[in-house]
């Protein structure tokens, strides 16, 4: 334990990392996951196919093996981050942080656009006819009366999607993201004798931060309960 | 009530708005819509009655393209029903909808449910959407429950909300698919009252319904339809006291007396 309380600001910017992992990705999986689904679930077949597909593919490969794509392959087809460069204070995002947010938010945008289209199954379908019958367009019917009542239905299955990205940011760790992971494996390395004391100040800072997101996850279930 | 008799109402009454010609439609081997043929006037008032499974709700979800058709044609204001996109939606907005099981938008307080279509589709000003909204919602009786969910109201009062929302489009045609099934008896006046008065204001109204004084009261024609086809049409008087069909005989004789 001593090792990290002694390196507590080294911890702190490692879990920052994290975070803000966490949170690009997230917010991005969201976006891409609902728009994800508007295809799945909208008129157009190729598109359907096409999401179905997208979601099959990157769904079913291990987020290892997509990190690996973005920070091997990729660049040699000419797809970089290097245009990534943001210092603040020991918080450094570069092409590895890039990479990394698009790998973790592509894979987890596959499982938000799952949990969204099992809450868009759940909305009745009176609702888009009704949405219909007023003269909506089908962007007018999901983003007004369909989505909104699909992401209600979805809180459960959606915080427990976040919640395993918030975990799967430490994939990032082996990647050159001085993330948490990466810090304790540091500590780890340079205090064995402290290794258990080590492993779990870590895992503690993990439980709370989730704890955190369930709290929040829960406050919104409570709040768009249909009166 | 008699406020909603001040409907206003689109100019030359009388002539057709709403014209089914030769309308065919198949559920796989179900023949449910027969060589339908009707032509509704501007400001007349239909009611369709029949027993279930007659093809009434599929006719009258067929005129805005709820359900699509098979053979012949549906024209509204003489152009035909779009096929889909924007025109279709267009056409949607001019046609106003009251479902049987209401359906009104769970997640929106009963003023966002009316002002919605006039807000997105119209494109009016907010302000001017909610104020003509709670006229309305004044109109049907619900303008105190303006912020409360659908789910707080009772049924009756979510279909007359509902009415209301359709209104606020200011529709050319107002379709009613069984609007009263789904209602206590005590919650069906309330409803019909609603539509007695829209009724004699001039709006056109199509109206699937089994509420026989309905139709005795406020249509102008009763279209008596069975196994996908019309089998009857007259005045609501000559249709009671004078069925020609022996089908019509026995499907009033089954629901006037019990």
């Known amino acids: 334990m001593e090792a990290v309380l002694d390196n507590i600001g080294l911890v702190g910017w490692a879990f920052a990392h994290t975070v803000l992992l966490f949170l690009f990705s997230g917010v991005l999986s969201l976006l891409l996951g609902t728009f994800l689904v508007a295809l799945r679930v909208g008129p157009v077949v190729v598109l359907q196919?096409?999401?179905?597909?997208?979601?099959?593919?990157?769904?079913?490969?291990?987020?290892?093996?997509?990190l690996m794509f973005f920070q091997f392959a990729a660049?040699?087809?000419?797809?970089?981050?290097?245009?990534?460069?943001?210092?603040?204070?020991?918080?450094?995002?570069?092409?590895f942080f890039g990479a990394a947010v698009v790998s973790l938010s592509l894979y987890t945008s596959t499982f938000v656009c799952e949990a969204l289209r099992s809450g868009v199954n759940s909305v009745p379908l009176g609702q888009a006819e009704a949405a219909r019958a007023i003269g909506l367009s089908f962007g007018g019917v999901?983003?007004?009366?369909?989505?909104p009542q699909a992401y209600r239905a979805s809180v459960p299955p959606l915080a427990s999607v976040q919640i395993a990205l918030l975990k799967?940011?430490?994939?990032?760790?082996?990647?050159?993201?001085?993330?948490?992971?990466?810090?304790m494996r540091i500590l780890t390395n340079n205090f064995t004798g402290q290794k258990i004391g080590i492993f779990l100040a870590f895992a503690i800072v993990f439980v709370v931060l989730v704890e955190v997101l369930s709290f929040l996850a829960s406050r919104l279930e409570?709040?768009?309960?249909?009166? | 009530m008699t406020a909603l008799e001040k409907q206003p109402e689109a100019p030359a009454a009388g002539e057709p708005l709403v014209v089914l010609d030769g309308v065919n439609k198949w559920f796989g081997k179900l023949h449910v819509l027969q060589d339908i043929n009707i032509s509704i006037k501007r400001g007349e008032v239909v009611v369709v009655i029949g027993p279930s499974g007659s093809g009434k709700?599929?006719?009258?979800?067929?005129i805005n393209r709820l359900e699509t058709i098979d053979q012949g044609s549906i024209a509204l204001d003489g152009d035909p029903l779009p096929q889909e996109g924007k025109a279709l939606a267009a056409l949607r907005a001019d046609v106003g909808m009251v479902f049987q099981s209401f359906?009104?938008?769970?997640?929106?307080?009963?003023?966002?449910?009316v002002t919605l279509g006039p807000i997105k589709v119209r494109k009016k000003p907010k302000a001017e959407a909610e104020a003509k909204a709670r006229e309305l919602l004044d109109r049907v009786g619900v303008g105190v429950q303006a912020e409360k969910y659908p789910a707080q109201l009772s049924g009756g009062q979510q279909q007359r909300v509902a009415i209301a929302r359709a209104l606020a489009m200011?529709?050319?045609?107002?379709?009613?698919?069984?609007?009263?099934?789904?209602?206590?008896?005590e919650m069906i006046k309330e409803v019909l009252d609603v539509m007695v008065s829209l009724a004699k204001g001039g709006m056109t109204m199509i109206v699937v319904t089994h509420e026989m004084g309905f139709a005795r009261t406020a249509a102008d024609r009763v279209i008596f339809m069975s196994d996908g086809a019309i089998v009857e049409e007259n005045t609501p008087h000559e249709f009671f006291t004078n069925p020609q069909s022996a089908r019509a005989k026995d499907f009033l004789g089954k629901i006037l007396k019990h």
């Open chain 1, 49 to 66: 196919r096409a999401a179905a597909t997208y979601v099959t593919v990157v769904r079913n490969t291990p987020l290892l093996i997509i």
């Open chain 1, 75 to 95: 660049p040699k087809l000419g797809v970089t981050f290097n245009f990534i460069d943001v210092q603040w204070g020991e918080v450094s995002m570069t092409s």
């Open chain 1, 142 to 147: 999901m983003s007004q009366v369909v989505l």
């Open chain 1, 168 to 183: 799967n940011t430490t994939v990032a760790g082996v990647f050159g993201v001085m993330e948490a992971l990466a810090r």
């Open chain 1, 222 to 227: 409570r709040r768009w309960r249909i009166a």
């Open chain 2, 57 to 62: 709700s599929t006719l009258c979800r067929a």
């Open chain 2, 103 to 113: 359906n009104l938008f769970a997640h929106k307080t009963i003023l966002e449910n």
């Open chain 2, 170 to 185: 200011e529709p050319k045609v107002m379709l009613f698919d069984e609007p009263t099934s789904a209602l206590d008896p």
